[in-house]
């Protein structure tokens, strides 16, 4: 399990939203998706950030004008990334080393780098139950 691949490891798609996104949008694709995280991309479809269910609940603490606020104005932009090719042994490494509890996979290219997948503890948990 180690050495598997996070292409080879991820269990779903990635499910995007824009900056301008309003976060009662998000909200409610993450409810529809069953889903913890929005990739947040630009035109090109080029990674910007992450909007989580932890942060819709932070606004919602402090506004209740949650609902009209944008993605932009709540995403982390600081965002943990893995290439295709590195293995589950990397992405353990650094969501314990980071205190995360997800990396978005990137396919780097000219325009910039484009998510291909999220992978989160609850797929690495999934591959250590299917262990023998």
């Known amino acids: 399990m180690k050495n598997l691949s996070v292409l ?11 900056a301008e996104t309003t976060l009662g949008e998000a909200a409610r ?3 529809k998706e069953d889903i913890s995280t929005l990739v947040v991309v630009d035109d090109r479809e080029c990674l910007l950030g992450l909007i989580t269910r932890i942060d819709l609940m932070r ?13 932009k104005d709540a995403m982390t932009t600081e965002v943990v990334t893995v290439s295709p090719v590195d293995t ?29 997948a999220v992978l989160s503890a609850a797929d690495i948990l999934y591959h250590m139950a299917r262990e023998g």
């Open 29 to 31: 694709t993450m409810v």
């Open 59 to 71: 606004v919602r603490y402090e506004r209740d004008d949650w609902r009209d606020q944008t993605v």
């Open 88 to 116: 589950l042994n990397t992405v353990m490494a650094l969501l314990l080393e980071r205190h995360i509890h997800r990396v978005v996979v990137v396919r780097q290219e000219e325009d910039g780098q484009h998510p291909v």
């Open 8 to 18: 080879k490891a991820k269990r779903y798609g990635v499910y995007t939203c824009r």
